[in-house]
Every structure is written in structure tokens, then in C-alpha cells.
């Protein structure tokens, strides 16, 4: 198995440009999490979802920040618009029940 | 307020020595701990865990020893290797379920001296 797959690897934008996140979980793994790092706050979780479904997204900062996992293979962290502030290196995990298992994740930068 | 703490943002130790990396929690109903290891440009990997009804768990070069009463683990690497180098996460999580979230610490930078 390729591990957890994230695209793209790096992402420049401007200010108030959208920006999707995408996310492809270890196949069969039944929960999908996405993180953000930053070294003022280590290592955040943003939301979370079990069988397709969001569990908690109380970690999710602003309503620009959305997240869907339209099947079990998929998953996409939007912002809508983008802002300096939101420059982090975003994870995205997937758990077969017990250890979870990051992609390489996205270095996001908006200028 | 963070839940998991690691109040030491980096830590250098002389290769061959012993490397103790800290973690303190304020969660009383956490019950189990991982730490994870992390590369530059890489995600997150597992590298050891424990539950909360043991004290230490031993693989290889790497113990990890928990203290209950005082909310306290540590991570033992023994001898501390070059390759050891790296971000080190303590985590923790609450419930039978592992699919519950885990809340990692901010992280504690490893460097190893040749």
C-alpha cells in the first residue's frame, strides 16, 4: 500500500483565493483525520470522520475552513477565502481502528 | 489550554548517551499515550505507545515510562543514535475506542550530536 496520499505537497495562493486540500486514506481504514501544524500551536486536529461521516470538527477555526469525505477513498480540506494567517502544513491521517498513519502532508502558504 | 504538554521545544544529547524527552497531561481520563516521530518534509510516525495500566513499555532502544500520579511520561532512547535526530510528538487519547481523536503536544526537536 502507497500510505496516505496528499495533494498537492506545497501550495502557494494569494489572500481570499480558495484553496482544496485533497486526501487519499489507507484503504480500509475507516477513520480519516485532518491536522494542522504550526509552531505556535504544534500540531492541531482540525476534524475527523468515521465510515465517511464528520465526528467532531470542533478543532475546525473559522467557517472558511470545510471539510468533506464524499466516500471512503476521498477526502478534501477547503478554505474559502484564504488568509496569510492560515499558512501551516496541513496532515491528513487515516486509522484502521488503533494507530493513525499521516500522508506527507501540504505546506500551505498565502501571501 | 493544552491538554498534553512538552515544555522542552529542543533537546541536543551527545550520540551514544541517553535521551530523555518529557510529556505532562492534564486529562485525567486519558489512557493511553503515544509518541511519534516526525521527519523533515515527512508526516508523523508511530514509535512507541502505552496504556495507562502499565508503567513502561520497552521496544528495542526506546522505553517509554508513565507515572500516573503525577500526570508524567518520558520517552527513554538508548543509545541515542544520529538517525534518532527528528521532531518527537507525545499524544494521548481517552476511551476504548481508538478511533477517538488523539491531542498531541506541541513537539520537542531531538537533535543528536556526532
Known amino acids: 500500500d502507497a500510505g496516505v496520499i496528499q495533494s498537492p505537497r506545497h501550495e502557494v495562493t494569494e489572500m481570499g483565493q480558495e484553496v482544496t486540500l485533497r486526501c487519499k486514506p489507507i484503504?480500509?481504514?475507516?477513520?480519516l483525520f485532518w491536522y494542522r501544524q504550526t509552531m505556535m500551536r504544534g500540531l492541531e486536529l482540525l476534524i475527523y470522520?468515521?465510515?465517511?461521516?464528520?465526528?467532531?470538527d470542533s478543532g475546525m477555526p473559522e467557517d472558511r475552513f470545510s471539510a468533506k469525505m464524499p466516500n471512503a477513498s476521498f477526502s478534501t480540506l477547503k478554505i474559502q477565502p484564504s488568509e496569510p494567517r492560515d499558512s501551516a502544513v496541513y496532515f491528513c491521517?487515516?486509522?484502521?481502528?488503533?494507530?493513525?498513519?499521516f500522508g506527507a502532508g501540504t505546506r500551505l502558504s498565502v501571501l | 489550554d493544552q491538554q498534553v504538554k512538552q515544555n522542552s521545544p529542543s533537546l541536543s544529547v551527545q550520540e551514544g548517551r541517553i535521551s530523555i524527552l518529557n510529556c505532562d497531561y492534564t486529562?485525567?481520563?486519558?489512557?493511553?499515550f503515544l509518541w511519534y516521530k516526525k521527519y523533515p518534509a515527512e508526516g508523523p510516525t508511530f514509535l512507541i505507545s502505552?496504556?495507562?495500566?502499565?508503567d513502561k513499555n520497552e521496544d528495542g532502544r526506546f522505553t517509554v515510562f508513565l507515572n500516573k500520579s503525577a500526570k508524567h511520561l518520558s520517552l527513554h532512547i538508548v543509545p541515542s543514535q544520529p538517525g534518532d535526530s527528528a521532531v518527537y510528538f507525545c499524544?494521548?487519547?481517552?476511551?476504548?475506542?481508538?478511533?477517538?481523536?488523539?491531542?498531541f503536544g506541541k513537539g520537542t526537536r531531538l537533535h543528536i550530536l556526532p
Open positions: 491521517a487515516s486509522s484502521p481502528g488503533q494507530l493513525q498513519y
Open positions: 484503504s480500509g481504514h475507516n477513520s
Open positions: 470522520f468515521n465510515n465517511n461521516v464528520p465526528i467532531d
Open positions: 486529562n485525567s481520563m486519558f489512557d493511553y
Open positions: 502505552i496504556s495507562s495500566i502499565k
Open positions: 499524544a494521548a487519547t481517552s476511551g476504548g475506542n481508538r478511533d477517538d481523536k488523539i491531542i
